[in-house]
């Protein structure tokens, strides 16, 4: 029956495998609002626009969308060993399909940054080249597999041009000052540490879950290495951000949430570290995913209303 879907049919049941889009589009707003919302805290900074900035997140949504697509494409060998029951595995839809909605994903990306503005259109350009040298990995795809470590770098690099896109549309980067692009750095080190935070979390496996065909952050580093590594790039994500509200006198109510969201992940790490089982692995994985999206939003409310 799964053969016989529309083409529609096809892009639709297969976002809800690969690409659900509600949590898409909550994390993938949360990264570019806080960018957005951080230009705020500049003098030279540009009038706030509603429908740019919508135009901005839709631009960065297709982003994580056309890089869901890349992995597919980059992956395929290995996942239809590691998962036959996905839909791309099974022949349902196939990599000829997500290279037609990759296209039109491109095209309207093209046509929004257009009018947005010259700089966004430079950016999407720099995003679709790291896009690239991810897919073909760096050029050196042995060496990159079997350093797990350089592998996770070198993808998250991706994640300050981004910020980069959302920061751009309201400061003007052509002015920037050397202060501002220290501030600007170590806010990305923030954000990275976070998308960092979420790529280990949802690869913390108990060994149930562990298989010879996928890869998880456990199997090459053990649980507590894991835990342990994932917790200081989580704390210093949230001294980064803690620094910023210091800096520009905000409103305690946000240190009380960034520390409880904190404090959530760190106890469900320790309750997986304690016992180590499949249903704990995957509470690790959503802590995480809030911990991530919470300290996120939690800022571009605190950026945005300074």
């Not at 770098?153 to 980069?164: G, K, M, R």
């Not at 305690?252 to 520390?259: A, G, Q, R």
């Amino acid at each position: 029956m799964e053969q016989n879907l529309s083409t529609f049919q096809k892009y639709y049941e297969y976002s809800k495998e690969r690409f659900p889009i509600l949590p898409a589009m909550l994390y993938s707003g949360a990264i570019y609002y806080v960018a957005y919302c951080f230009g705020n805290l500049f003098l030279s900074k540009q009038k706030a626009s509603i429908i740019q900035s919508l135009l901005g997140f839709i631009v960065i949504f297709l982003s994580m969308f056309a890089l869901r697509i890349f992995d597919e494409h980059k992956d395929y060998d290995r996942d239809i060993v590691a998962h036959p029951d996905r839909l791309l595995s099974k022949g349902v839809i196939t990599l000829s399909d997500l290279r037609k909605l990759l296209y039109g994903i491109l095209c309207l990306e093209f046509l929004i940054t257009i009018y947005l503005g010259f700089t966004q259109f430079v950016i999407l350009i720099i995003i679709l080249i790291w896009s690239l040298l991810m897919l073909v990995e760096f050029f050196a795809k042995e060496f990159l597999n079997n350093n797990m470590t350089l592998y996770l770098i070198s993808h998250q690099l991706i994640v300050p041009i981004i910020l980069l896109f959302g920061f751009s549309q309201r400061f003007d980067i052509s002015n920037f000052k050397i202060s501002e692009i220290i501030s600007f750095i170590i806010f990305s080190l923030g954000v990275v540490g976070c998308t960092v935070t979420y790529e280990i979390a949802r690869k913390t496996w108990s060994k149930d879950r562990e298989h010879k065909d996928a890869d998880s952050y456990t199997k090459v580093w053990g649980i507590p290495k894991t835990i342990m590594v994932n917790q200081i790039i989580a704390l210093l994500s949230a001294i980064i951000f803690i620094y910023f509200y210091l800096a520009n006198n905000l409103n305690t109510t946000y240190f009380v949430i960034i520390l409880s969201v904190y404090f959530l992940f760190l106890a469900s790490e320790i309750i997986f570290l304690l016992n180590p089982d499949s249903k704990k692995s995957k509470i690790v994985e959503v802590a995480g995913a809030l911990y991530v999206i919470i300290l996120l939003l939690n800022s571009s409310f605190a950026f945005g209303l300074k």
